[in-house]
């Protein structure tokens, strides 16, 4: 399921109208309350930016990776979690969905040509934002 910004912004803004009534009611500082707000705007920003950029794997059923020896991977979030460099974390949480969606079928094995086939994107598009990323990544080190 998609990440829905508005949907989950108006959530959030019930939430906290609800949560500062009770806080007002309880008689918690203006001030408090405000700087309770920023704390709570800026969790649920970086939040958001998880979830736009959270590359959800490719439900392709008739697809079979290809045999490898390490423990497959089904889905860009388990490779994200398991980067313990964070520089590299934030250029690959700052690169988009479909760049990420093609580094993971990369790294499961497929071909250009075989990612291209099935996602309908341009092996010359693939090339490119996969030569976008190498060059990110060259600038990182």
Same mark, same amino acid.
């Given at each position: ?10 959530? /959030? $803004?019930?939430? =906290?109208? %609800?949560?500062?009534? #009770? ?11 405000? @700087?309770?707000?920023?704390?709570? /705007? $800026?969790?649920? =920003?970086? %939040?958001?930016?998880? #979830? ?11 697809? @079979? ?77």
């Amino acid at each position: 399921m998609a990440y829905h910004k508005a949907k989950e912004e108006y959530k /959030w $803004k019930q939430w =906290k109208k %609800e949560e500062e009534k #009770q806080l007002r009611s309880l008689g918690m500082d203006e001030e408090a309350i405000q @700087e309770l707000r920023y704390s709570d /705007w $800026k969790d649920f =920003k970086a %939040e958001r930016r998880y #979830q736009e950029h959270r590359a959800a794997f490719p439900q392709f059923p008739d697809w @079979e990776s290809p045999a490898t020896e390490e423990q497959e991977t089904e889905d860009i979030s388990a490779v994200l979690d398991s980067i313990s460099d964070e520089g590299l974390l934030h250029i690959l949480m700052t690169t988009d969905k479909k760049t990420l969606q093609l580094l993971l079928l990369k790294m499961m094995g497929f071909s250009r040509r075989e990612i291209s086939e099935k996602t309908g994107i341009s092996i010359h598009t693939i090339n490119t934002r996969i030569k976008r990323l190498r060059k990110k990544l060259k600038n990182f080190n």
